[in-house]
């Protein structure tokens, strides 16, 4: 019998088990899972691309993998939103750097820019991905570019299609070598994730820091006034975890070496959304591709200055436990 999954299924589970962005395991009946419908995935930039410290990946020439935007199928209105929002008014970076720019990589900017007062163009993606895979069914299931073509049967995904590109670049990048100093694993069950960020710690206490949606909204790029001071949480050591495009829920977790800080900023849109943010700036870029969409988006260059960036509210930080004096 071949696993399926339905997407209202798993949406209103989902919903159910991670309460709009919480982490969870859901188990799943084999005879219930269905197909994921076959929404079209916009072209755009890997959400690597954005949050990891690595590297660009090009493959041979091909076009930047798509986007875990649409890959559940659920944000039929999102497209059109994006126009609206996109041809508003927006300011912060010059004209110049942001033309012919997809809007999503909009959520870079500089340490000198975290002030009170300070109003910055930024692109919060507002979707919901499905939840863990409880462990043993995670494992159950291969996760290995060399096995795609059993997985796109597995799933019934045709070849070519955008869930079948999404899977293929999810693979991929989860393949792909660690670049000096990282650590990395792409989690496929909270247990995973888990172990891992205790394998990076050596600590039994740690604790997660995400972005939170005051208000609810569909606006996705807008312009943003930070409303207090940014607060900054100790991080001698962290671990970033990502949402990847995939049929269950998997996020590209790693470490480096390198030093950063970690921020909490109140925000406010010009349509009165309110949004406590995440906010990581890694302040050694030197070691960094010319390539890197963060460098197109800020006209600098590496090394030159931190480069900072916020988490949608899908992705966590997880940092260890101050310690008790």
């Given at each position: 019998m071949k696993l399926r999954i339905s997407f209202e299924r798993i949406f209103l589970l989902f919903?159910?088990?991670?309460?709009?962005?919480?982490?969870?395991?859901?188990?799943?009946?084999?005879?219930?899972?269905?197909?994921?419908?076959?929404?079209?995935?916009?072209?755009?930039?890997?959400?690597?691309?954005?949050?990891?410290?690595?590297?660009?990946q090009k493959k041979d020439g091909d076009q930047q993998p798509a986007m875990e935007g649409n890959f559940h199928g659920h944000d039929k209105g999102g497209d059109e939103t994006r126009k609206m929002e996109d041809t508003g008014h927006v300011h912060g970076h010059s004209s110049s750097q942001m033309d012919h720019l997809d809007p999503s990589v909009i959520v870079f900017f500089t340490i000198?820019?975290?002030?009170?007062?300070?109003?910055?163009?930024?692109?919060?993606?507002?979707?919901?991905f499905p939840p863990f895979l409880p462990k043993e069914k995670a494992d159950s299931i291969p996760f290995s570019y060399s096995q795609l073509p059993y997985l796109l049967e597995f799933f019934s995904f045709s070849q070519g299609s955008p869930q079948a590109k999404a899977m293929e670049n999810t693979l991929r990048e989860c393949e792909i070598k660690?670049?000096?100093?990282?650590?990395?694993?792409?989690?496929?069950?909270?247990?995973?994730?888990?172990?891992f960020v205790h394998n990076i710690f050596g600590l039994e206490s740690y604790f997660r820091v995400t972005t939170s949606y005051l208000t609810k909204s569909r606006a996705l790029l807008q312009n943003y006034t930070i409303l207090e001071v940014p607060k900054e949480t100790p991080a001698p050591k962290m671990v970033a975890c990502h949402t990847m495009p995939y049929p269950y829920a998997v996020f590209y977790c790693h470490s480096q070496l390198t030093e950063n800080k970690v921020f909490k900023v109140l925000l406010q849109g010009e349509n009165g959304d309110r949004v406590d943010a995440l906010a990581v700036c890694h302040l050694d870029t030197s070691a960094w591709s010319r390539d890197h969409i963060s460098f197109r988006v800020l006209g600098i260059e590496p090394g030159t200055s931190p480069v900072c960036h916020f988490f949608p509210a899908d992705n966590l930080i997880w940092l260890p436990s101050p310690t008790q004096d």
């Amino acid at each position: 019998m071949k696993l399926r999954i339905s997407f209202e299924r798993i949406f209103l589970l989902f919903l159910a088990v991670m309460c709009f962005h919480g982490i969870g395991a859901m188990e799943m009946p084999r005879e219930e899972l269905m197909k994921i419908p076959m929404d079209e995935l916009p072209e755009g930039v890997n959400v690597l691309q954005l949050h990891s410290m690595d590297r660009i990946q090009k493959k041979d020439g091909d076009q930047q993998p798509a986007m875990e935007g649409n890959f559940h199928g659920h944000d039929k209105g999102g497209d059109e939103t994006r126009k609206m929002e996109d041809t508003g008014h927006v300011h912060g970076h010059s004209s110049s750097q942001m033309d012919h720019l997809d809007p999503s990589v909009i959520v870079f900017f500089t340490i000198k820019d975290l002030k009170l007062g300070k109003t910055l163009p930024i692109y919060f993606v507002r979707k919901h991905f499905p939840p863990f895979l409880p462990k043993e069914k995670a494992d159950s299931i291969p996760f290995s570019y060399s096995q795609l073509p059993y997985l796109l049967e597995f799933f019934s995904f045709s070849q070519g299609s955008p869930q079948a590109k999404a899977m293929e670049n999810t693979l991929r990048e989860c393949e792909i070598k660690s670049i000096k100093g990282e650590t990395k694993l792409c989690a496929t069950s909270q247990e995973s994730m888990l172990d891992f960020v205790h394998n990076i710690f050596g600590l039994e206490s740690y604790f997660r820091v995400t972005t939170s949606y005051l208000t609810k909204s569909r606006a996705l790029l807008q312009n943003y006034t930070i409303l207090e001071v940014p607060k900054e949480t100790p991080a001698p050591k962290m671990v970033a975890c990502h949402t990847m495009p995939y049929p269950y829920a998997v996020f590209y977790c790693h470490s480096q070496l390198t030093e950063n800080k970690v921020f909490k900023v109140l925000l406010q849109g010009e349509n009165g959304d309110r949004v406590d943010a995440l906010a990581v700036c890694h302040l050694d870029t030197s070691a960094w591709s010319r390539d890197h969409i963060s460098f197109r988006v800020l006209g600098i260059e590496p090394g030159t200055s931190p480069v900072c960036h916020f988490f949608p509210a899908d992705n966590l930080i997880w940092l260890p436990s101050p310690t008790q004096d």
